[in-house]
């Protein structure tokens, strides 16, 4: 069906819903195939579902992609009570349409238990992670399947762009933006109305709009996870941003190691071709769009808008220039206009409820929500919604759970790779573009890496300058070797081999690689090195002057032993050890002999009464 | 075509005139500041790898360190070549980088006029004196056409290398060896054969029709001949005897 007016697909909304609503009260399974998912085994409960269905058309059996509560995956919620089943497995199946499809019994087993109340919670609503969230822009992952446009429309997908289109002039879509106070969620928080306005301006009659899904933060999933799951939405944000702008034609450009991005956009773009939403004449508009895919091949940088551009254009992924905007010269010399996908994703949203009720949500300088994926000593591991200037105490304990096995929260690092720790006596901290920023860290993409207080902070700065001495483009001296040079002197001493001055040398190092470097990787790469050393220097100090570990992490300054008192001699670390180099016998304790001890943790690890000591 | 329009600036308070869009480093080279740089060269592009160059320019009431070689003057900025923190950004790239190539005499230097006698980093011995400011890849690429060599990798695994390091494409014209601000490239010739070593590219010279010197290496000459639509001959004479003749 090809829809040529804004009352056309008003037509075809009214007549999904009403075929729905026909069907209100049947049956239904969502389950939740986004990757996290995937990873704890949710294809093969897919398989179960679809086997046991059979034929039971009375059912309607639907996969979505990421409802954001990883940690809980596989994820199943039974309607019409919407019923919340978490780690579901293969076996659980019959169970599930037996019980709680046929007859509406709830199974207690598969519900989540909330620890600090050891309460069954049976809907999502009610679950602790889901209840401070604000999921104006992810909620929708979990009423859609990626691959049929009907489900977007009937949620209100495209009726923004019916109203940009018929509506509004491009003038006033960009003003629309900029009162909204949209900044952009790729990381540097750029007003996007700004930068839209700027390439509307920019002479010219060709104008390339791009959609950066080259997320490449270890750890941050956000991006892939939207676009994987409602990939409608970002495209009908693209293709605002278009007529805004005055483009013809756009990009996406994702990384080839989200094949399930890559598919999803893939089938939406041909889809929403198919019913007038890209190509000649849009919804009879006489708008015209189009969207094509390049997919990239992995490297961190190429998420560096310039050099996307020239990924795109088929060179290495190196970042230009820029003297010169890339909203005036960017992708083959042409205005061109990038945001990365939740900014696009956020536009339809802006467009159909309207500034004030949008720039309502969030802090004066950063409005709306922000998508975290939070990960690392937390007990719940997922992507959560949040709106600007939450602070990070509700965020990592009454969304996050907390820190499992009571461990004491010692940092949290925001920003991906090139962002920084932030510590526990800032833990109050409204989490906003500029807080973090003056934090001494960033917003990033929205990475959110929670540590304990078993997690040694020289070692966490090590892990992260290393992948950014690999990761950097290799261009520019300050970054490619002060990132080498940094991480060098951070083995040195994560080894015991610090010297005096290492930290003062590491400080000017970190100063020139952030002052000199080209590009937002080489201005962001010492953020680890250097907030680390701003919250956490008698960490530092002490791995240098005390040759010690105080987090008992860094293997050379490191030394495991048995308290013999405590020690029940069961055998464990023993049976346990890779290197053998436990002695005692059952009734006799255990005993480490220290030259053939490794310090790999496994002994402590394995140890039922904790009488393993690190010190 | 339009007029070239000219704009008046400042560096470091003295008021300077160029044509607008002009690269800054030249202009301000041409006017006599001395802003050390290695990565640029009049003959080839602008690349800003080196970051030696780098300056503070005020634009619109807005202070910014940036590199020289590759920033487009335009009228009333306001250009300082020597701050504190351009010095001192300098002073640690020069000791990255001398850590790079110790041995080269230029780099030892200009490390030394900086005040810097000693790098406190490790030599870095794989460099083999490169301090990839990708000269020699740009005057291959731009000037000479023959794109022989590339940049290979990324992070502190890059390189400049012949593409799949195989130097078939390589014509030993001694281009790069010329460009190389640390002289890590090296030509070599021995009776009719001339090396360039650090591409590991050895070939045949021609002798001259005359004086019997090989001159300079046949695939070179082929290559230039069917580049330029030559005759077949057009090379017989090496450049003395040519002169002679003449």
């Known amino acids: 069906m090809h829809l040529k007016s804004p009352e056309e697909l008003e037509q075809l909304r009214t007549k999904i819903l009403e075929e729905r609503k026909a069907q209100e009260g049947k049956k239904g399974i969502v389950l939740c195939t986004g990757t996290g998912c995937r990873g704890a085994g949710a294809l093969e409960v897919y398989e179960a579902f679809k086997k046991e269905l059979g034929s039971k058309s009375a059912i309607d059996f639907k996969s979505t992609c990421c409802h954001g509560f990883c940690e809980r995956g596989p994820i199943t919620v039974v309607e019409p009570m919407g019923t919340f089943y978490q780690r579901v497995t293969p076996d659980d199946v019959p169970h599930i349409i037996a019980e709680t499809v046929q007859k509406g019994q709830i199974i207690e087993d598969l519900l989540y238990q909330d620890p600090k109340t050891e309460q069954k919670i049976p809907t999502e609503k009610d679950i602790p992670f889901y209840k401070k969230q604000h999921r104006l822009v992810f909620g929708h992952n979990r009423l859609i399947d990626p691959t049929r446009i009907e489900d977007y429309v009937a949620n209100g997908g495209y009726q923004a762009l019916a109203k940009a289109l018929f509506h509004l002039s491009p003038d006033e879509i960009i003003e629309e933006v900029k009162r909204a106070g949209l900044r952009g969620r790729g990381g540097g928080g750029f007003p996007a109305g700004r930068k839209w306005e700027s390439c509307r301006r920019a002479p010219g009659d060709l104008r390339y709009v791009i959609c950066n899904c080259d997320e490449g933060d270890p750890g941050a999933y956000m991006d892939r996870s939207l676009m994987e799951g409602n990939p409608h939405r970002v495209l009908e944000g693209m293709i605002i941003g278009a007529y805004a702008i005055g483009s013809r034609e756009g990009y996406v450009y994702v990384r080839n190691e989200y094949p399930l991005a890559v598919e999803n956009v893939g089938i939406a773009i041909e889809q929403a071709h198919k019913m007038g939403f890209l190509g000649q004449n849009i919804l009879g508009s006489g708008f015209d769009f189009d969207v094509k895919i390049s997919k990239g091949g992995g490297a961190f940088v190429a998420g560096e808008s310039t050099a996307l551009m020239a990924s795109i254009e088929g060179y290495v992924a190196e970042p230009r220039a820029k003297h010169i905007h890339t909203v005036e010269s960017g992708l083959w010399d042409k205005p061109t206009n990038l945001n990365n996908v939740e900014t696009w994703a956020n536009v339809p949203v802006i467009i159909e409820k309207g500034v004030d009720w949008y720039s309502k949500i969030g802090t004066e300088g950063s409005k709306g929500t922000k998508i975290f994926s939070l990960v690392g000593k937390i007990n719940n591991t997922g992507l959560i919604e949040v709106p600007m200037g939450m602070t990070l105490r509700e965020i990592v304990y009454d969304i996050g759970g907390g820190i499992p096995g009571g461990k004491r929260f010692k940092a949290v690092q925001t920003g991906g790779p090139s962002g920084g720790c932030i510590p526990e006596e800032m833990l109050d901290l409204p989490v906003d573009f500029d807080a973090l920023t003056k934090a001494g860290s960033m917003m990033g993409s929205g990475g959110m890496i929670v540590m304990d207080e078993s997690t040694c902070m020289v070692d966490v700065a090590k892990y992260f300058t290393h992948f950014l001495k690999d990761e950097s483009c290799g261009k520019c001296t300050s970054c490619r070797d002060g990132t080498l040079r940094m991480y060098e002197i951070l083995d040195a001493i994560t080894k015991g081999k610090g010297k005096d001055g290492d930290i003062e040398l590491l400080e000017e190092i970190g100063w020139a690689t952030t002052e000199a470097s080209l590009c937002a990787l080489g201005g962001t790469a010492a953020n680890p090195v250097l907030s680390t050393i701003r919250y956490f220097r008698d960490e530092y100090e002490a791995h240098i002057r005390d040759k010690r570990c105080p987090a008992g992490v860094c293997p050379d300054l490191i030394t495991y032993t048995i308290d013999p008192e405590a020690c029940i001699a069961c055998m464990k670390c023993k049976k346990e050890c890779p290197t053998k180099a436990i002695t005692g016998e059952k009734k006799v304790p255990h005993e480490i002999i220290q030259a053939k001890c490794i310090k790999c943790g496994t002994c402590k690890e394995v140890c039922p009464v904790d009488a393993v000591k690190v010190e | ?246």
């Open chain 2, 1 to 246: 075509m339009s007029e070239k329009e000219l704009v008046k600036f400042q560096i470091d308070g003295l008021e300077v005139e160029a044509e607008k869009g002009q690269m800054l480093l030249p202009v301000a080279l041409e006017y006599g500041f001395e802003i050390p740089h290695l990565c640029y060269h009049e003959a080839v592009s602008p690349y800003g790898a080196c970051r030696l160059c780098l300056v503070e320019v005020t634009k619109g009431g807005r202070t910014k360190m940036t590199t020289s070689c590759n920033y487009p003057v335009d009228a009333g900025i306001e250009v300082a070549t020597a701050t504190e923190n351009v010095l001192r950004a300098r002073r640690m790239i020069l000791e990255l980088l001398l850590a790079r190539a110790p041995k080269s005499e230029h780099i030892v230097k200009m490390a030394k006029a900086m005040g810097i006698e000693e790098s406190r980093f490790s030599v870095i011995e794989e460099a083999d004196g490169c301090i990839l400011c990708g000269l020699c890849e740009r005057v291959c690429r731009e000037v000479v056409g023959a794109n022989a060599i590339t940049f290979v990798s990324r992070g502190d695994r890059r390189e400049v290398a012949p593409p799949f390091w195989d130097p078939l494409a390589c014509i030993a014209c001694g281009a790069c060896v010329y460009v190389c601000p640390t002289d890590c490239i090296k030509m070599e010739e021995h009776g009719d054969e001339r090396t360039i070593v650090r591409w590991k590219r050895t070939l045949k010279m021609q002798p001259c029709q005359s004086c019997g010197k090989p001159f300079a290496p046949q695939f070179q000459l082929d290559w230039i001949i069917d580049r330029a639509q030559l005759s077949k001959d057009f090379y017989e004479l090496c450049p003395v005897c040519r002169k002679q003749k003449k």
